[in-house]
């Protein structure tokens, strides 16, 4: 069973930035592709960046420019480095790893408020 854990959420100022944390268990990690998903109460989850085995990146349009997807083979993590936060960032932040199946993280809160 595969398990991701998300870390680096929190409360930040419009504006602000964070850098979120997904470390997967396994030996698997360089097979991944990587995605970034979003749930705001009330919304449905969507997807926010991705990233394959090869490193391609895809971006939402409303986070493209702003945010940036990376992952460390060595240290099985993957990152969501956000800038330029708005408030409708706020969210539910995913972690999911795709290769024969799916699997997903808890999440992590982002909340973009003054």
């Known amino acids: 069973q595969v398990q991701l854990v998300e870390s680096g959420g929190g409360l930040v100022q419009p504006g602000g930035s964070l850098r979120l944390s997904c470390t997967v268990s396994g030996n698997n990690f360089s097979r991944y592709t990587l995605g970034w998903y979003r749930q705001a109460p009330g919304n449905q989850r969507e997807l926010v960046a991705s990233i394959s085995s090869i490193s391609t990146t895809t971006y939402a349009d409303s986070v493209k420019g702003r945010f940036t997807i990376s992952r460390d083979n060595a240290k099985n993590t993957v990152y969501l480095q956000m800038n330029s936060l708005k408030p409708e960032d706020t969210a539910v932040y995913y972690c999911?790893?795709?290769?024969?199946?799916?699997?997903w993280g808890r999440g992590t809160q982002v909340t973009v408020s003054s």
């Open positions: 999911n790893a795709r290769w024969i199946g799916s699997s």
